[in-house]
């Protein structure tokens, strides 16, 4: 037992954090092992980490911390590594801290609405944890059945049914932090909301791992809506569906959410793991869930139904029961995987518009599809705009995958272009530091990065990321696209 | 001070009339200026801050003067900057439930218009008629429609933000969902001022309800005990009301002639649900609870009643007491202690009171009235009140003078170097609302 538990290394370093963590089964430095995180759901970009460390608690988190900016070492947090915009790479070869077996429930206090969970507590785990009383964990990513609250935290990650219920700092009432020196810092003290001072909480949610690591999180919990109903509808025009879509919206109605599929998505979900029966030939699906009291549904629901009709459907129905429905949803949450049914690779991106530009940017994301030869797959949030293009590649092919991440790169430019942003809820990350300039000055870049400096001042803790590197960044879109031709 | 070099100086940047120089000696709220401005653009803020911070004055920032009681430790500022010229529309979108708009607004002018298009922007602060929407945002003023709606940090999605040298800095954007770089507005929201001018401010919109109403269960005997029962199972159950809020005796009758603890609930839906919330509540009433059910126009009525009774310095006239009001933030149910405590102060120090408390948001208000030395006391009994259930409390309004032997803010958080570095990196020479915020930030 006790040798299985020893460190085979001669690295100081590792021998050190190995102690600081408790021992050889709390960390990896052997390269064979490294390789598993040398990227995390944007697999364009590969480095190998120094080493992983698994810390138990938020005090060896601090340790550690502490450790690595004492001796000038690199590090970043890392939940599931689901992230799909690469901020857990390790780019500079980071100490990567893996919050992994910090995964308890600490509290659940349901007459005060909330729960305090630990950063690698699954997002599903939390909903499942508390349903059987009849509440549930609001945001909800695709990925929740593995992605970690931490790092939702980390990248404000928002779900589905963020239209009605916003993203997650609309649901971040307290952090435990510790800060890039080590320090433990409580902000938003027992979720009690407003606390004085500016708002930091807000701020490091969304943050991307470069101004703290999260240890502990209180979120806010929510009773089940008493009713739920959702509408499929097909349309032959990508226009009547966005048209349906505003009209929703603009007759009063808030849907839980509004989830549209083009052809080519409703392609790709056909041919995988959860098909249902979209006809193959149709331009849109939309799928409309409305929640809320049980006497109100009905008249909303009629309200979507007549509204989808004068927008020229060619169907639209409701659920006939929960299994049908979560029969629908399971096809569209798991849209993204399934296009590796119809394409060898794909890089998802994560623009948002005004939802009354959608139209107009659907035809010039098809234009870039033209231009690039590449297939695009559009799946969206439409109720709040936010459009996943789905650049579908062949790695295997010379050039295509520098090809896919200027086809990505151009619709989020597009994006920009009509007054909306880069991202939505996938973050900055690696991929889209360059982008950044679609929507901010060189003075707002620097308003933000001066933000960093006073929680994080010498960028031991995930440099590289969310923002261009002035003067460099000729060169990292070089290397960038070097790589790609590789990955 | 502002001597004659820097009153041509003024000059060179506005017109004569959008300079004012105040002869007031002394303003009992404070947070006045030697010299008023009035910038009609965003051009004109930004070059009346460059101005200031490159000739180390200092600046009070106004909007519609209804918070002048809220932090402070400085009489006068050597400007004082109004954005009450500063107003209007800059640009609403109704199919994308989106408006921008110039932050010296008064916030009914923006609901009024909004109105039209069957919107609104989902705040409910108080004193909406005067205050305008840069103040609302600036120092977080949120309503008992917290508890449906969410507050200032859920409502806002973009703004434009004068830094003191002058610069303008976008943070978020004019789409509902936005994670590009940090969340910079969040750092604007709530910091009383002492970070830039906030110019212009886009939010995102709700539709008006299609049907309202207004249900209020008063306890004649005032049994704590009972109303948490209630407020939990409420809590516990489906049904959604957008407010949660009891009211003290004292407040209950001012607003609805009801002399007992009373709860507001407001329902916003369609009609149908409306009308099945009002049975639900009806249904688990206590025996020894009175109900009455209001119509979409009483609801109406009764709110906007309840949004002006907190103290107003924009108002003409001095009230007669000395008035106090106090925020307390506390895990939900401590409201209950926190309001119980704070009445008995009203005998033992001779004061009113009227207090309010959200019990599915956290957030209460204590307002105090009476001689001055009484309502300091019970201002600072207050604060230990909450502080004993694990809140806090700040001063929402006291005068200037009370200000200054008080702390606004209550003890300076662990993390209080953040807040300072914040500061330092955005305004170092402390151009703008000095001495406004937590620790004399
Ligand atoms: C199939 C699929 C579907 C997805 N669908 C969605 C979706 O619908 N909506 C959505 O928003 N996202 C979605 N994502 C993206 C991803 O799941 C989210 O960004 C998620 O929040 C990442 O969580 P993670 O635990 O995997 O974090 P990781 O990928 O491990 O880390 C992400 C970032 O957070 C930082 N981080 C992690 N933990 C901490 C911590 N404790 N403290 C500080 N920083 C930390 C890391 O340094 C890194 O920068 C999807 C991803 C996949 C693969």
Redesign the pocket.
Known sequence: MKAKNQIKSTDKHIVNLAEIVGGARSILYLKEDLVAYDC??FTIHKHLPKAVVFPKNTQEVAEVVQYCSENNLPF??????????G??IPLNGEIIIS?VRMKKLISVDLENRRAVVE??FV?LMLTNSISDKGYYYA??????Y???????????????HCLKYG??TNHILGLE?VMPNGEIVEVGKDGIPDAPGYDLLGLITGS???L????KITVRILKNPEGKQTVLAYFDRVEDGSQAVSDIISAGIVPAALEMMDKTAIEGVEAAAFPVGHPKDIEAVLLIEVDGIAAGIDEQINQILEVCRKRNVREVRAAKNEEERARWWANR??G??AMGAISPDYL?QDGVIPRSKLPEVLSKINQISEEFGLRIANIFHAGDGNLHPLVLFDARIPGESKKALEAGSQCLKVCADVGGTITG???V?IEKREEMRFVFSEEEIAAQTDIREVFNPYNFL?AG?LFPSPGRCVEIKKELKAQAKIG | MIGAESMSALKKLLNEEQIFRDEAVFNPYGNSGEVTVYPETEEEISAVLKYANSNKLTINITGGGTKRGFGGLMEKSGILLSLERYKGIVEHTPGDMTVTVKAGTPFNDIQDYLAKYNQKISLDPFWPQMATIGGIIAANESGPKRLGYGSARDAVIGLRTVYPDGKVIRSGGKVVKNVAGYDMNKLFIGSMGTLGVVSEITLKLRPLPKCESLVLVSFPQGKMEKIKVLAVNILDSMIEPVTMELLNPALANKLAGINSYTLALTFEDVESSVRYQEEFIKNILPADADLRIHSKEESESFWSEFYQHIPNTAAKELPAETEASLKIGSVNMSILNVMKEAELLIDLLNVSIESHGGLGHGLSQVTIRGAAEDVADAAAKVRQIAESTGGYAIVKHMTFEMRKEISVWGENPSYFFLLQGIKTKIDPLKTLNPKRFVGGI
Do not use: W
């Open positions: 995390d759901g970043l947090a890392r939940g599931a590594g689901t992230g799909l915009s901020g857990a919050m950063p690698g997002n945001p909800d990513p695709s990925s929740q593995c992605c970690t609250i931490g790092g939702n935290v980390a990248e404000n990650a928002g779900g589905a993203v997650t932090v991307e791992g470069t703290g690591i999260v240890t949450k798991t993204f995987g998802v809820e996938h973050g990350g995930n990321k």
